[in-house]
């Protein structure tokens, strides 16, 4: 089966560094996707990682390891509004999103 | 960037009446669309893969008699939930891609908050 895992919750100090993981199995793989999801309300996109290495974009940053099957979101110089969900998800070889169940962000003062 | 609108974002029903939701891609056009649904502390559930001219791919378990879907333009896909009863009460929420190959990010519409009385 397809599967997706990421921690349920997580817990970091505002103006901390936060490291969220996201281990994939799937039929295949066509590019691994990080989500930001504020409570009630959609989905935003944050990166798109299909090659192995570091993307960074400003305060957030994404790896992909695709021979461990292996991701993760690199938050810097957190905020408070950065308390939110974190979706991992996976496009596998037919091309289908594969979700994952959401990390939960919380940041405390 | 690209913007997908979707409508109305807030609807309250009575039970048995059904209800339409609308999709709509502002600025490129949408081959596929995705109906998502969405539960209180849950990840996102892929209900419907909705394809432009012809009928949606339903995923096991969703009730394609009651979760109509039609998309009958390249910009617009609309998702009626039939006969609505409480338990579809809940987060809807659509997605439109720029190419139908997976390569490029979702855009989500700001979701419709269902709730059936």
Redesign the interface.
Known sequence: GQNIDQPTEMTATEGAIVQINCTYQTSGF??L?W?QQHA??????LS?N?LDGLEEKGRFSSFLSRSKGYSYLLLKELQMKDSASY?CAV?DSN???I????T?LIIKP | GAVVSQHPSRVICKSGTSVKIECRSLDFQATTMFWYRQFPKKSLMLMATSNEGSKATYEQGVEKDKFLINHASLTLSTLTVTSAHPEDSSFYICSASEDDRGSSPLHFGNGTRLTVT
């Open positions: 066509n590019g996707f989500y009630g309300e959609a989905p935003t996109f798109y299909v979706l496009t091309y289908q999103l979700w994952g169940a959401g939960k």
